[in-house]
């Protein structure tokens, strides 16, 4: 793709800073000491687990319509292969920090089995992580014993160590963001009523007969955040996931549909973007305890 730099190895990234590679799959760096000359391509792309701790006032961020801000610290998370842009490019020195750690790292390790928790790395760039100063300083400490390990000579203990202490930062970043969507109640509860209104709209417009099912993507892409994002916050606030509504939402429009008594049940399930009715009857009694013909009976 054109001006976006994609760096395979982790080494090829510590050149172009400038720093020594201490471990070609796990590197800590701290920008204040690197040595980049020139301006920055337009986006950039890394074969591995990024984290970049932007060190600096973040100014008017962008999160979703909304901005925020937040003078201590953002934590941005980016997953193999994932693009990151950089607006209003010029040659600059950066500052902050930057975790990198290749999937190879953590292969048969506990912390492989629980990256899929690690949801954030599926974030959009304006959904970071915004930390308080207590918070940014125990992100300092967690990358300060990763460097301190990188530095101490390999020995049979070292890669369980490294990779300890990148579990343990992965896990208060869990709580962080938790606390996220606790502080900024109001945004969530914002979203979830005009999640609702979308999901209204769709099952209410012929849109379900066109396109089928509504997804989780399509509804996260109509509130410009995250899929990802949008199925924690869900949890978070309701304890249901974001697939877990879309289907609640579609029962209780299923019961309004099968009191116009014209209608029969399969008519029903194409209206609502089932293309097979029995996948729908399964659906609603699962939910519901009952089947539709059995719900529409009762009532």
């Known amino acids: 793709m054109k001006d976006i730099k994609k760096y395979t190895t982790i080494d090829e990234y510590n050149k172009s800073m400038g720093v020594e590679t ?4 796990v590197s800590i760096i701290d920008f204040s000491k690197t040595n980049h000359q020139g301006e920055f391509p337009a986006g950039h792309s890394f074969g591995y687990y990024t984290v970049f701790l932007k060190d600096v006032r973040c100014g008017d961020m962008k999160y979703g319509r909304n901005y925020y801000d937040y003078q201590e610290g953002t934590l941005v ?4 292969d994932q693009i990151v842009r ?6 600059h020195k950066p500052k902050g920090w930057a975790l990198m ?3 190879d790292l953590i292969r048969g390790t506990s912390l492989a089995k629980s990256m899929k928790d690690f949801s954030f790395f599926s974030y959009e760039v304006f959904e970071a992580l915004h930390l308080s100063e207590q918070e940014r300083q125990i992100v300092l400490e967690c ?3 990763i460097a301190s390990e990188l530095k101490h000579d390999i020995d049979k203990h070292s890669a369980r160590l490294i990779v300890s202490n990148i579990e343990l930062f992965l896990n208060y970043c869990i709580r962080f963001y938790d606390r996220q969507f606790i502080t900024r109640g109001h945004v969530n509860s914002d979203i979830l009523s005009k999640f609702e209104n979308i999901l209204n709209e769709y099952f209410h417009s012929d849109q379900p007969q066109k396109n089928g099912l509504p997804t989780v993507k399509y509804c996260a892409d109509k509130l ?3 899929a990802n994002y949008l199925g924690d916050l869900l949890k978070k606030e309701t304890g249901k996931s974001a697939q877990e509504h879309v289907q609640l939402r579609l029962i209780e429009i299923a019961k309004e549909k099968m009191f116009e008594k014209d209608k029969s049940i399969s008519q029903v399930a194409y209206e609502l973007g089932f293309e097979y009715p029995q996948y729908f ?3 609603f009694k699962k939910r519901v305890g009952m089947t539709p ?4 009976s009762l009532n």
């Open 86 to 91: 950089i607006e209003n490019r010029m040659p």
């Open 224 to 226: 410009n955040i995250s």
């Open 22 to 25: 201490l471990h070609p799959l």
């Open 77 to 80: 998370f980016l997953a193999p």
């Open 281 to 283: 009857s399964r659906l």
């Open 101 to 103: 750690f290749h999937a």
């Open 143 to 145: 990358f300060a014993n």
């Open 293 to 296: 013909n059995e719900y529409r």
